[in-house]
């Protein structure tokens, strides 16, 4: 699955600007775990589910669903005399023995269907179980219909069943440890398209405007990999080798959709070799389904969103590639190899983060693949500050959908890249076959991949998988250099700062030190040439020392040359090896990190530096970084130069990445500047751009550069449509950056309004959660308005709308949210957004109780300068009769 919670979707579709660095040092991160989470550990199996077969009725007036799944066990457990299925607000009208229809007995307990078989069973007896039941689900299985607001939405019907929500719709073993076959008859108005598991049996028409499709998969997969989409699709037909794959959109997307999922045959051909397995089902199918989130890698058969169907003005900055990637991966790694328990769910989301990213390196190039590791390990880094937690973890509320954050996508990925780093090349993708071979069709743990590591390559990885996989953080370096020109020694003093624990080590490591080592001597005024020298050390203590023979002092030193690992890292070096650095490092991350470097140091030269690197260099990422920290100098120099780059630079990320830099300057600390700023942001968002991205970047700035034209022009754009509304987003969060009551007024219009398109009012949430974190709203009735209209937010029937408010009511820290988000707590079925409930309450309660306390110690100030002022009454009365006497 690609993870597309609010945040998500903001980074998937570039509306996160800037490539910044994570902050270091020495402190405490907060716990993954909320109070009440538990160990959870993988269910018994009393019998082997061997076959399902689902045959179901789908009623899109009254979205519900009516039908008879038949499962076929064998039992394991020795005597065998129930069974039980997962199943969550069913109607169950009954249950039989299906060799000869025979009644069964059997109970509901909270989600959880028992059966009594009526007799005993041995180890290897096989029987079916055949339910009829009825539903109307809440989650699980989604019908979508047009709605006010959204009028043009088509009638579609698909299912979602990661982790644990195929039981919302059908009975079953919602749990990963047993795989199946699968037969499915879903019964759809007639011209209805259904993509299902396996292969197609065909289409049965039944007289009555209605048809029957039929499909079935012989390779088992476990049940949360079930998919059925329903609706009316254009077939997009391709393939690889014999292997049809073939993709299906709404009418009129056809370009769309080729140009979305065209490279998935050379995609398929490319991991079939990396992972020294050929493709393994009998098809694949993509399908973009409305309203449907993130992607899903359903055993041949992929559901990916609607907000990945990019239009062609889209396409000139944003590809939906690493997503079609990440989803093929999953066929391999999760479908075939299927995690036996959610707590090793890195095994598949680390391997398709990673091997998406491999896919971009082949493709597109190395600048390209090192830019997607550079964002997995910020996000990574940011996410680490919400809540440390190892990679293989198993505590959670209810079901695992909350583990599937940035530890096992962005974290794991890296971890991969570590592997790679560490094995060698050769040796990473042997040991990496070895596994995939050695483990087709079963259900896999950590210990598994260890294990097949080592055997391929003779490496002991136990302490390796023990700190990065087992264990929480990552190496915290702070590192100084010295040049010894009389022994032409370099030193590096290497310390780890991070806080140490039982489950925060100090890391052991190799790591590259770089250096440009003149190959002559200097000549005034003149640039030497150089060559990368780099030298492997191991790092495993807090504090080491380190020398290296160098032939002439270096031009420019850099600590993990290649940027292969997990860290953070604080370098201080002169300025003149940092421009050094930024101008020939052959690695883009090393030219950010010059970049960042120099930003701190903002004298004339390194503007001048960074202003003309911004012009010549090649690659956008490294062009945002530059942007970046021009706008962090705030000074004229560096706004002369970002307005340099504006004129001259034409390629859309790195332009979205100067705007956005623009709006660093800000009235009315930077008045004059930030209004030349926004002279130059406001054509931009007045006249448009060629990238949505671009557009939208300029309206969230010109919001930051807080200048008095600003509120009008941003209200004008509000009525901007665009793909995604991704302009609109821009604008939302420009008019929460600009701080203003009335600025509340526009986001609370938008937001209460239903017949704004749905993703409008997530915007207009997230323009709110903007607003919040200015503090420049005085509680009061603004706040009030706001904080009534989040709440009423949870109620939306847009969910990402849910998502969105209930981060900007955490944002706002009203105590006023407690109670709903409690009700939402108790009430949604979706674990993803009850744990963004659940945090968001963590924070409230605790500022809450903060402020109690701040309400009770000036109280007792209060009373203790009554009681002051009463006893220096006293003193003066006696003072004055005293005096008298």
């Given at each position: 699955m690609y993870s597309c919670g609010f945040r998500d979707i903001n980074t998937l579709l570039g509306l996160d600007f800037a490539l910044a660095q994570g902050a270091s040092g020495a402190q405490e991160a907060p716990a993954f775990?909320?109070?009440?989470?538990?160990?959870?550990?993988?269910?018994?199996?009393?019998?082997?589910?061997?076959?399902?077969?689902?045959?179901?009725?789908?009623?899109?007036?009254?979205?519900?669903?009516?039908?008879?799944?038949?499962?076929?066990?064998?039992?394991?457990?020795?005597?065998?005399?129930?069974?039980?299925?997962?199943?969550?607000?069913?109607?169950?009208?009954?249950?039989?023995?299906?060799?000869?229809?025979?009644?069964?007995?059997?109970?509901?307990?909270?989600?959880?269907?028992?059966?009594?078989?009526?007799?005993?069973?041995?180890?290897?007896?096989?029987?079916?179980?055949?339910?009829?039941?009825?539903?109307?689900?809440?989650?699980?299985?989604?019908?979508?219909?047009?709605?006010?607001?959204?009028?043009?939405?088509?009638?579609?019907?698909?299912?979602?069943?990661e982790t644990e929500y195929h039981h919302f719709w059908l009975p079953v073993h919602d749990f990963p440890n047993d795989r199946a076959t699968t037969s499915l008859r879903a019964t759809v108005p007639e011209g209805f398209f259904v993509l299902s598991n396996g292969k197609s049996e065909g289409v049965t028409s039944n007289g009555d405007g209605t048809a029957t499709h039929a499909w079935r998969c012989d390779q088992p997969f476990p049940a949360y990999l079930i998919t059925l989409v329903a609706g009316e699709f254009v077939e997009i037909k391709d393939q690889w080798r014999t292997v049809p794959v073939n993709y299906y959109v709404r009418a009129g997307r056809e370009e769309d959709g080729r140009r979305m999922m065209g490279k998935t045959p050379a995609m398929i051909d490319f991991f079939s070799q990396r992972f020294g397995v050929d493709y393994p089902w009998v098809k694949y199918g993509q399908i973009v389904a409305e309203l449907f989130l993130g992607a899903m890698e359903n055993a041949s058969a992929t559901t990916h969103t609607y907000r990945l169907l990019a239009d062609k003005r889209a396409s000139l900055d944003f590809t939906p590639e690493p997503v079609v990637a990440h989803e093929l991966v999953h066929q391999w790694h999760g479908d075939m190899l299927a995690v036996r328990d959610w707590s090793h769910t890195w095994l598949k989301e680390s391997f398709a983060t990673y091997f998406e990213s491999v896919w971009t390196q082949h493709d597109r190039g190395e600048d390209e693949f090192r830019a997607e590791l550079h964002a997995n390990l910020q996000a990574y880094l940011a996410a680490d500050k919400r809540g440390r937690r190892p990679i293989v973890y198993n505590v959670y509320r209810k079901n695992a959908n909350e583990l599937f954050d940035r530890h096992v996508y962005e974290k794991g990925s890296l971890v991969l890249h570590m592997l790679r780093y560490v094995l060698g090349e050769d040796a990473f993708w042997r040991g990496l076959q070895h596994y995939t071979r050695?483990?087709?069709?079963?259900?896999?743990?950590?210990?598994?991949?260890?294990?097949?590591?080592?055997?391929?390559?003779?490496?002991?990885?136990?302490?390796?998988?023990?700190?990065?996989?087992?264990?929480?953080?990552?190496?915290?370096?702070?590192?100084?250099?010295?040049?010894?020109?009389?022994?032409?020694?370099?030193?590096?003093?290497?310390?780890?700062?991070?806080?140490?624990?039982?489950?925060?080590?100090i890391f052991a490591t190799p790591v590259d030190i770089g250096f440009f080592v003149p190959d002559t001597d200097a000549t005034p005024g003149k640039e030497p040439p150089a060559h990368l020298q780099t030298f492997r050390v191991e790092v495993g203590e807090a504090e080491q020392t380190f020398y290296f023979p160098l032939a002439r002092r270096p031009l420019s030193v850099r600590f993990d040359q290649g940027a292969w690992l997990i860290?953070?890292?604080?370098?201080?070096?002169?300025?003149?090896?940092?421009?050094?650095?930024?101008?020939?490092?052959?690695?883009?991350?090393?030219?950010?990190?010059?970049?960042?470097?120099?930003?701190?140091?903002?004298?004339?030269?390194?503007?001048?530096?960074?202003?003309?690197?911004?012009?010549d260099e090649p690659f956008w990422a490294v062009r945002v970084a530059i942007a970046s920290a021009l706008g962090g100098m705030?000074?004229?120099?560096?706004?002369?130069?970002?307005?340099?780059?504006?004129?001259?630079?034409?390629?859309?990320?790195?332009?979205?990445?100067?705007?956005?830099?623009?709006?660093?300057?800000?009235?009315p600390e930077y008045e004059a500047l930030a209004g030349r700023a926004a002279q130059a942001l406001a054509p931009i968002v007045e006249h448009g751009d060629p990238s949505y991205y671009v557009e939208a970047a300029a309206a969230s700035a010109l919001g930051r550069t807080r200048t008095a034209a600003a509120f009008d022009l941003l209200v004008a754009k509000a009525e901007t449509p665009s793909w995604n509304e991704i302009i609109r987003g821009g604008v939302f969060a420009g008019l929460g950056e600009l701080g203003e009551a009335r600025s509340a007024d526009v986001l609370i219009a938008w937001l209460r309004d239903r017949s704004r398109p749905m993703d409008a009012r997530m915007m207009a949430a997230a323009g709110l959660r903007v607003l919040a974190e200015t503090r420049r709203i005085d509680p009061g009735e603004t706040q009030t308005r706001v904080i009534e209209a989040l709440i009423a937010a949870l109620d939306d029937p847009w969910e990402m709308t849910q998502s969105a408010a209930i981060q900007a009511l955490a944002a706002w820290n009203d105590a006023r949210a407690i109670a709903p988000l409690q009700r939402f707590v108790a009430q949604s079925p979706d674990e993803r957004r009850v744990r963004q409930a659940r945090e968001a309450l963590l924070r409230l309660q605790k500022g809450h109780s903060e402020n109690e306390e701040l309400r009770q110690l000036r109280s007792d100030l209060e009373e203790l300068r009554a009681a002051n002022s009463e006893l220096r009454q006293r003193i003066q009365s006696l003072e004055a009769t005293h005096q008298r006497e």
């Amino acid at each position: 699955m690609y993870s597309c919670g609010f945040r998500d979707i903001n980074t998937l579709l570039g509306l996160d600007f800037a490539l910044a660095q994570g902050a270091s040092g020495a402190q405490e991160a907060p716990a993954f775990a909320l109070p009440g989470d538990e160990p959870k550990y993988a269910p018994d199996r009393p019998a082997d589910v061997r076959h399902v077969d689902i045959d179901v009725t789908l009623d899109f007036q009254k979205h519900t669903v009516t039908g008879t799944v038949t499962t076929a066990f064998s039992a394991l457990f020795d005597p065998l005399r129930e069974v039980v299925f997962d199943a969550a607000e069913l109607t169950i009208e009954n249950v039989t023995l299906d060799e000869d229809d025979t009644p069964l007995h059997y109970w509901i307990d909270g989600e959880k269907l028992h059966v009594a078989l009526g007799r005993e069973y041995h180890f290897g007896h096989e029987f079916q179980v055949r339910v009829r039941y009825s539903a109307q689900p809440r989650i699980g299985l989604v019908f979508v219909e047009p709605v006010e607001g959204n009028p043009d939405l088509p009638v579609q019907a698909w299912t979602q069943g990661e982790t644990e929500y195929h039981h919302f719709w059908l009975p079953v073993h919602d749990f990963p440890n047993d795989r199946a076959t699968t037969s499915l008859r879903a019964t759809v108005p007639e011209g209805f398209f259904v993509l299902s598991n396996g292969k197609s049996e065909g289409v049965t028409s039944n007289g009555d405007g209605t048809a029957t499709h039929a499909w079935r998969c012989d390779q088992p997969f476990p049940a949360y990999l079930i998919t059925l989409v329903a609706g009316e699709f254009v077939e997009i037909k391709d393939q690889w080798r014999t292997v049809p794959v073939n993709y299906y959109v709404r009418a009129g997307r056809e370009e769309d959709g080729r140009r979305m999922m065209g490279k998935t045959p050379a995609m398929i051909d490319f991991f079939s070799q990396r992972f020294g397995v050929d493709y393994p089902w009998v098809k694949y199918g993509q399908i973009v389904a409305e309203l449907f989130l993130g992607a899903m890698e359903n055993a041949s058969a992929t559901t990916h969103t609607y907000r990945l169907l990019a239009d062609k003005r889209a396409s000139l900055d944003f590809t939906p590639e690493p997503v079609v990637a990440h989803e093929l991966v999953h066929q391999w790694h999760g479908d075939m190899l299927a995690v036996r328990d959610w707590s090793h769910t890195w095994l598949k989301e680390s391997f398709a983060t990673y091997f998406e990213s491999v896919w971009t390196q082949h493709d597109r190039g190395e600048d390209e693949f090192r830019a997607e590791l550079h964002a997995n390990l910020q996000a990574y880094l940011a996410a680490d500050k919400r809540g440390r937690r190892p990679i293989v973890y198993n505590v959670y509320r209810k079901n695992a959908n909350e583990l599937f954050d940035r530890h096992v996508y962005e974290k794991g990925s890296l971890v991969l890249h570590m592997l790679r780093y560490v094995l060698g090349e050769d040796a990473f993708w042997r040991g990496l076959q070895h596994y995939t071979r050695s483990h087709k069709w079963r259900e896999v743990i950590t210990a598994d991949f260890e294990r097949a590591l080592e055997e391929a390559t003779g490496r002991s990885l136990a302490r390796f998988f023990e700190q990065w996989v087992y264990k929480t953080g990552h190496p915290e370096f702070t590192v100084t250099y010295s040049w010894d020109d009389e022994h032409k020694l370099a030193k590096l003093k290497v310390s780890q700062k991070q806080k140490t624990s039982d489950t925060t080590p100090i890391f052991a490591t190799p790591v590259d030190i770089g250096f440009f080592v003149p190959d002559t001597d200097a000549t005034p005024g003149k640039e030497p040439p150089a060559h990368l020298q780099t030298f492997r050390v191991e790092v495993g203590e807090a504090e080491q020392t380190f020398y290296f023979p160098l032939a002439r002092r270096p031009l420019s030193v850099r600590f993990d040359q290649g940027a292969w690992l997990i860290k953070t890292l604080e370098f201080e070096r002169p300025a003149d090896m940092l421009r050094y650095q930024l101008r020939h490092d052959p690695d883009m991350e090393g030219r950010i990190e010059a970049a960042e470097a120099l930003g701190k140091l903002p004298d004339s030269e390194n503007v001048a530096a960074l202003r003309q690197a911004m012009l010549d260099e090649p690659f956008w990422a490294v062009r945002v970084a530059i942007a970046s920290a021009l706008g962090g100098m705030k000074s004229e120099p560096a706004l002369d130069a970002l307005l340099d780059g504006l004129a001259a630079i034409d390629e859309p990320k790195a332009r979205r990445g100067i705007v956005s830099a623009l709006g660093q300057f800000r009235a009315p600390e930077y008045e004059a500047l930030a209004g030349r700023a926004a002279q130059a942001l406001a054509p931009i968002v007045e006249h448009g751009d060629p990238s949505y991205y671009v557009e939208a970047a300029a309206a969230s700035a010109l919001g930051r550069t807080r200048t008095a034209a600003a509120f009008d022009l941003l209200v004008a754009k509000a009525e901007t449509p665009s793909w995604n509304e991704i302009i609109r987003g821009g604008v939302f969060a420009g008019l929460g950056e600009l701080g203003e009551a009335r600025s509340a007024d526009v986001l609370i219009a938008w937001l209460r309004d239903r017949s704004r398109p749905m993703d409008a009012r997530m915007m207009a949430a997230a323009g709110l959660r903007v607003l919040a974190e200015t503090r420049r709203i005085d509680p009061g009735e603004t706040q009030t308005r706001v904080i009534e209209a989040l709440i009423a937010a949870l109620d939306d029937p847009w969910e990402m709308t849910q998502s969105a408010a209930i981060q900007a009511l955490a944002a706002w820290n009203d105590a006023r949210a407690i109670a709903p988000l409690q009700r939402f707590v108790a009430q949604s079925p979706d674990e993803r957004r009850v744990r963004q409930a659940r945090e968001a309450l963590l924070r409230l309660q605790k500022g809450h109780s903060e402020n109690e306390e701040l309400r009770q110690l000036r109280s007792d100030l209060e009373e203790l300068r009554a009681a002051n002022s009463e006893l220096r009454q006293r003193i003066q009365s006696l003072e004055a009769t005293h005096q008298r006497e």
